[in-house]
């Protein structure tokens, strides 16, 4: 264990020495920019509410690709599943918030966004299940598409003919507001992310269901020939892991912007599979990972308005994370490979 | 429309016939589409700029490699890394170059060949990197399949163990068939400011670098069925931006999806029929490291 | 006269494993030695060893008298030592003459012509002959060995290792084997051949080497020596005088004919998603107290048959009756229910979850079973103590019931698997290959456990390639050949000679 965030650790360091080298490319000097924006960051009301702010999407997002890499699944769609959530937590909105009070509206948004990106992950989940059609690609290709039928709506039905052509939609009733925790400006967002983390982790541990997934992840032959429906177990496990990923959109449009706007998401879905990733895939774990990614989110966000850098610079660093980590994992699995081999 | 998609096609085919599958090509597109941009214009040279190109996406390809053959690390987790990096570098060293432009490349017809009937001037009528790619499908497909070359890189995706266990050096041709595959996928990346966009935006390949992830499957890892693979797809592009500008009464934003949808009907209707057929035409060794030693 | 091969004291370790300790051995020109010895007594290592795979820790080798160090099995291959392993190195997808070529010298643009006529020839000369135009997978299991042969020759190999050729082979292909093996010693060529067949290896050798824990106990020349000698040296003295290691006679019931039939297939038949046929018109009875052989090479269609009979596929004709009960369609977990137990030939695929706990294991296949589970909540404290008590049971060697299942040896795996696979109320067990790759000890006790289990009146029906395993287990035997049953017959009437005949596909 001990080896593993040692090993974690390193890796993160060395990306952040790597990136260093890019920033100085630019022109930004990096032995400026890290204390400065660590600086913000952390000892800066705006920066660690911020912080937690970016932690929950990539949490939600993170866990939900974890969850389909129990069955070594690739959820490349968590970006399309938190905007087809987005815009299944807009239609409600928009369509019972005037009526309803929160107790409602909140339970409704919550179980309809869940449903809707279960729905959603089902089209690949069924192709895979059904048909082994590559769950990478057609996960991967289905983002596009979310993401065209949310311009869809945006420049069309949707839009909120009083913002100037900006593809937006109107503001929800506060009825569909995420409330906030305390006088902060963090919403329940997050306890939700870590209490479904949590839930995760008891499901694998302690029900059979999970010990199914754990054994078909495990060895899919070997549970065929336990009479598990490994069939099954694929489809739940991926529709499950879209569902989760979705409630990142629902987080985001009720929690943040009260609306659905053009580009809400900065990559949370694609980073999502850095969370996990660096996580190993472990759901406690990405409580963890999670906030890091957000710190580098927040990091980049603090580049972005200090040195006039674009976004892509987040991108940059995540890249470079992934690499170090990936690269890094040699050294654990060889250490496993010598125990078992012996 | 389909020559990006083609080069980038075969450049997957020999990196996946080795068993390293380049996810990442998104990411080695955009950046090869930058340098090609830059040095276009700085220099005015489009050979200069190719040359850039392929050796910036050579570079990338060969951090990949050293991620999935050196390191051994997920080859799938190491190409989002790619694709994510050169989104990243691509924006960050683009962003000085929003509004600039550059000349596009003129078409050569080829006499004769040009006056054929509708495809005539389809294939015929064009600028020199498609025919440079129509050069490639048969190159690539000669190399794979009539070598000793070609030989040892099938053997190296089929079974690794074997071909260590023979003397030969299987990270040497991974390694080999990676940076080269990523020059073709570079030559991709390429094409997008030599041909179809003679100024500089943000994400300029807009997701064709993971259609072309998808191409290498429906293509059987095989050059010859790339090519038409990449024409259909560059046409289904093509015909989106048509209905565009002719006005169709169909939303942009839903034939945006077209060809994504495509790809997964095709990529679907492609793995029922290979499974009926009861044949895999993938490598066996894609996608898995190799380590000396191993037990099979 | 300079041995060709010369090994001076060769040692190797592992991790907590002395696997070769100071080996001595040297090989003539034109002569076959044998390497004898029980699984982990060192011969695999010391094969790799000598063919380039591994790196000996210490001790030096010597080609015609000349000292030697192979770095990679290229090395080896260029001074003339091939290695054809006991795991065929091919690719399936290729065709033989590629598989023969690769990795050799060969101009830029293949020239096909020319490297059919080089192999053919090949062929011809040493009995080897095959189509290279065939694609490998297409190939027989013996016919895959003559293409691992012909790759040896074809880099013009002067030494051959030969790592238990004749396991996968049926007793007609490994006479024609040993025919080729006599043509290759004539040309000059000088052989190792690793065998724990004792007949083979008086027959064949010109001298005979033992090992026992990594260590050469003794050299012996042909004509010189006896079987039990051979067995007595190859096992140590203590075990065979302890007796422990025999495992108990199995005298067939007299009154078997009269007990219930377990599981019966009728003209059952199977075809594979292509078409082709898997299994064809199969008559087959099993009865409670009963062990059933089932006898064939490699291939002949005991996987289709296994899996119908487990339950992961429905047959396209004919029926299968489970005690009595037409059993439609495929239902592993059915069949659970009614008291199948299943010990899979493969064990690390198909029979437990490498990194999941040992205890956790012996939830494979017992899930239903209310006693570990609860509304759906697993109860791990009985999984636990369940785990423990079974393991106890079965002297199941584990650091703990906690242990990460893949890090036990082969022996306790298949003891854990036989150990779940009885531990709910049975009817039927089905076991493949059940003691390949066993030590001698753990063969023993799986075999005792199985003699066991028949006499508390299970059915069992055992799918094996060894002959003797079968006829000293079996009480009644079928024969499998390409999908069919081409011979039956109960236990007194077995001869291997005719079993070995109606494997090939011959009328005995």
Redesign the interface.
């Known amino acids: 264990m001990s080896v593993q965030v040692a090993v974690t650790v390193g890796s993160i360091v060395l990306a952040l020495i790597l990136g260093s080298v890019?920033l100085a490319l630019?022109g930004v000097n990096p032995m400026e920019a890290y204390p400065s924006v660590g600086a913000l960051m952390f000892f800066d009301q705006w920066g660690w509410q911020d912080l937690f702010l970016k932690m929950t999407p990539l949490l939600l997002t993170g866990l939900g690709v974890a969850i389909a890499a129990q069955l070594n699944l690739?959820n490349?769609g968590a970006e399309g599943q938190l905007y087809l959530g987005a815009i299944a937590t807009t239609w409600l909105a928009l369509e019972f918030s005037e009526s309803l009070d929160a107790h409602f509206m909140l339970p409704i948004l919550l179980i309809g966004t869940f449903v809707a990106g279960g729905m959603w992950a089902a089209i690949p989940a069924g192709?895979r299940s059904w048909?082994?059609?590559?769950e990478?690609?057609?996960t991967?290709?289905?983002n596009?598409?979310a993401i065209?039928?949310a311009?869809?709506l945006l420049?069309?039905a949707w839009r909120d003919p009083s913002t100037l052509n900006f593809p937006m939609t109107r503001s929800f009733g506060e009825s569909s507001y995420l409330p906030m925790i305390g006088s902060t400006t963090v919403h329940w967002g997050l306890p939700l992310g870590i209490l479904l983390a949590v839930l995760t982790w008891i499901l694998l541990?302690?029900?059979?269901?999970?010990?199914?997934i754990?054994?078909a992840g495990?060895?899919l032959?070997?549970?065929?020939?336990?009479?598990?429906n490994t069939k099954n177990l694929l489809f739940i496990v991926l529709v499950l892991s879209g569902a989760v990923a979705a409630l990142a959109g629902m987080t985001e449009v009720a929690g943040i912007h009260h609306r659905l706007q053009q580009n809400f998401s900065i990559?949370y879905g694609?980073t999502g599979?850095?969370v996990s990733?660096l996580a190993r895939n472990h759901p406690i774990g990405v409580i963890g990972t999670a906030f890091l990614l957000a710190v580098i989110f927040v990091g980049g966000e603090l580049l972005q308005v200090e040195y006039q850098?674009?976004?892509?610079?987040?991108?940059?660093?995540?890249?470079?994370?992934?690499?170090t980590?990936?690269?890094s994992?040699?050294f654990l699995?060889y250490r496993l490979?010598?125990?078992?081999?012996? | 429309m389909g020559t990006p998609l083609l080069f980038a096609t075969l450049g997957g085919v020999l990196s996946e016939r080795a068993g390293v599958i380049h996810?990442g090509m998104e990411?080695i597109m955009l950046v090869s589409a930058l340098v090609t941009f830059v040095v276009d214009l700085q220099t005015g040279s489009k050979v200069l700029a190719l040359v850039g190109a392929m050796m910036a996406a050579g570079a990338l390809s060969g951090?990949h490699g050293?991620?999935c053959i050196s390191?051994?690390?997920?080859q799938?987790?190491?190409g989002?890394?790619?694709?994510?990096?050169?989104?990243?570098?691509?924006?960050?060293?683009g962003?000085a170059l929003i509004g600039s432009t550059v000349t596009s490349l003129d078409r050569i017809p080829i006499p004769g060949l040009e006056l054929i009937p509708i495809l005539g001037s389809a294939f015929f009528n064009q600028d020199w990197m498609v025919y440079l790619s129509y050069v490639l499908v048969a190159g690539l497909w000669f190399v794979l399949f009539h070598t000793n070359w070609g030989l040892q890189i099938r053997s190296v995706g089929e079974a690794p163990i074997v071909c260590d266990a023979l003397g030969l050096s299987v990270a040497k041709i991974r390694y080999i068939c990676v940076i080269f595959g990523g020059m073709l996928i570079g030559l991709g990346g390429a094409y997008f400011p030599m041909v179809l966009t003679s100024f500089w935006v943000?994400d300029l390949t807009a997701?064709r670098g993971?259609?072309a992830?998808?191409l290498v499957?429906f293509a059987f890892w095989h050059p010859g069925k790339a090519f038409w693979g990449a024409y259909l797809f560059g046409a289904a592009i093509a015909f989106q931006l048509q209905a565009q500008v002719m006005g169709l009464k169909i939303?942009s934003?839903?034939l945006?999806?077209f060809p994504?949808?495509l790809?997964?009907v095709v990529?679907?209707v492609v793995?029922?029929r290979n499974?009926r057929a009861g044949q895999t035409f993938m490598p066996a060794a894609l996608g898995l490291p190799f380590?000396r030693g191993d037990k099979h | 006269m300079i041995p060709v091969l010369e090994l001076q004291k060769i040692h190797k370790e592992?991790?907590?494993?002395v696997a070769n300790d100071q080996i001595d051995l040297t090989l003539n020109r034109g002569e076959i030695h044998t390497i004898l010895g029980e699984n982990g007594a060192g011969k695999s290592t010391l094969m790799n060893i000598i063919s380039g795979l591994y790196i000996p820790d210490s001790g030096s080798m010597l080609l015609e008298g000349k000292p030697l160090h192979f770095k990679n099995p290229a090395q080896a291959i260029a001074k003339g030592v091939g290695m054809v392993h006991q795991h065929f190195m091919l690719i399936p997808n290729h065709s033989v003459s590629e598989n023969i070529i690769l990795g050799t010298p060969q101009a830029f643009r293949l020239q096909k012509s020319k490297v059919r006529q080089q192999i053919e020839e090949l062929g011809r000369r040493y009995g080897l002959e095959l189509n290279p135009d065939l694609r490998v997978q297409d190939l027989s299991v013996g016919e895959q060995q003559k293409v691992e042969i012909l790759k040896v020759l074809f880099r013009g190999a002067k030494i051959l290792i030969l790592d238990e050729p004749t396991a996968v082979l049926t007793p007609q292909e490994s006479e024609a084997l040993y025919k080729i093996l006599h043509q290759m010693k004539k040309d000059g060529h000088s052989i190792l051949f690793i065998s724990h067949k004792m007949r083979e290896v008086i027959e064949l050798s010109d001298r005979i080497t033992v090992l026992r824990h990594g260590k050469v106990k003794a050299t012996r020349n042909r004509g010189e020596t006896s079987p039990s000698e051979l067995a007595r040296l190859m096992m140590g003295e203590s075990t065979i005088q302890t007796g422990e290691i025999q495992i108990k006679t199995s005298k067939a019931s007299s009154d078997q004919s009269q007990n219930k039939t377990i599981v019966r297939l009728k003209n059952a038949g199977l075809r594979h998603e292509l078409g082709h046929c898997l299994l064809q018109n199969i008559n087959l009875e099993v009865r409670a107290g009963q062990i059933v052989g089932l006898a064939g090479v490699a291939g002949s269609g005991q996987a289709p048959l296994a899996e119908v009979l487990?339950?992961?596929r429905g047959l396209d004709t004919g029926k299968y009756q489970f005690a009595g009960e037409e059993q439609k369609g495929a239902?592993?977990?059915e069949l659970?229910h009614k008291g199948v137990g299943?010990i899979?030939e493969d064990r690390k695929?198909?029979?437990?979850?490498?990194?999941?706990e040992v205890a956790?294991n012996f939830?494979?296949?017992n899930?239903?079973n209310n006693q570990f589970?609860s509304r759906?909540?697993?109860q791990?404290d009985k999984v636990t103590a369940f785990g423990r008590d079974r393991m106890r049971a079965f002297d199941v060697r584990a650091a703990s019931e906690k242990t990460p299942i893949?890090?036990l040896s082969g022996g306790n795996m298949q003891k854990v698997i036989l150990a779940r696979e009885t531990s709910r109320p049975l009817k039927f067990l089905l076991a493949a290959q059940p003691v390949r790759g066993l030590d001698i000890h753990a063969t023993a006790f799986l075999q005792n456990q199985l003699l066991q289990a028949r006499a508390d009146g299970l059915a069992i029906l055992l799918i094996s390639e060894d002959l003797e395993e079968l006829l000293l287990m079996s009480d009644y035997l079928y024969v499998i050949c390409q999908g069919s049953i081409v011979g039956e017959m109960p236990k007194e009437e077995a001869e291997i000679e005719k079993i070995g005949l109606l494997m090939t596909g011959e009328r005995a």
């Open positions: 890019l630019v690739w490349i192709l048909f082994g059609v590559n990478i690609i057609t991967l290709l289905l596009y598409v065209s039928l311009d869809y420049f069309g541990k302690s029900t059979t269901i999970g010990f199914q754990r054994v495990d060895n032959s070997a549970a065929d020939y336990s009479g598990f990559n694609y599979i850095i990733r850098l674009p976004i892509a610079v987040v991108y940059l660093f995540e890249g470079l994370l992934l690499f980590v990936i690269g994992e040699l699995s490979r010598r125990r078992v081999a012996v | 996810l990411g951090l050293f991620v390191l051994r690390g997920n799938i987790a190491s989002l890394a790619l694709a994510l990096f050169g989104t990243g570098l691509s924006g960050l060293f962003d943000d997701g993971w259609i992830v998808a499957i939303p934003y839903i945006e999806m994504y949808l790809t997964i990529l679907t793995t029922v499974r380590f | 592992f991790p907590g494993i487990v339950g992961l239902s592993i977990s659970i299943y899979p695929r198909y029979g437990i979850a490498p990194h999941l956790e939830l494979l296949r899930l239903h589970q759906g909540w697993l791990r893949g890090q």
